[in-house]
């Protein structure tokens, strides 16, 4: 048995225990281990607390069911966890076309805001983020994966790594 299922399998003991019930949520928790496997411990209305085996080394499969799950760049990872760091994705939207060749993923960012002093990250591949920079021309505020902000006089630049 894998550190995952072990714990899974306490945690739905410590809940059956405490006699906590499903009260018209959706109750779902998602266990990993540094090796990739995984257990759900959820709520099922007719049986009560259970938990079953998963595996999964789809690092996208995993995040989609536990956000940062299974990340490769850990200490990205901690960050993202701890709070230290914010997921571009979750506060804006990739610019399409920004990657370097098509089949790219986007490398630059609209965020609907900006925090200082906080790290920024796209999660989803794992890829820092450089520069952050506000357009002079009417106030937009973008994220990239480069230094394309510092020094760009149609931009401010509001932070950089």
Not at 79 to 101: A, Y
Not at 122 to 129: G, K, Q, V, Y
């Amino acid at each position: 048995m894998h550190e995952a299922l072990g714990m899974a399998g306490r945690i739905c003991e410590l809940l059956k225990a405490s006699d906590a019930q499903d009260r018209g949520a959706d109750y779902r928790i998602l266990v990993t281990d540094t090796a990739g496997n995984c257990a759900e411990v959820l709520w099922d209305s007719e049986v009560g607390w259970l938990w079953e085996e998963g595996f999964s080394t789809d690092k996208l499969l995993l995040r989609t069911r536990m956000p940062h799950a299974g990340m490769s760049n850990k200490s990205m990872q901690k960050k993202l966890i701890d709070g230290e760091c914010l997921d571009v994705r979750k506060i804006g939207e990739p610019i399409d076309g920004s990657g370097i060749w098509p089949d790219d993923p986007p490398r630059e960012f609209k965020l609907k805001g900006y925090i200082d002093e906080c790290d920024y990250a796209d999660a989803l591949t794992e890829r820092w983020i450089w520069s952050i920079g506000k357009r002079k021309s009417d106030g937009e505020i973008r994220a990239a994966t480069d230094n394309r902000f510092y020094q760009n006089e149609d931009w401010e630049c509001l932070w950089l790594r």
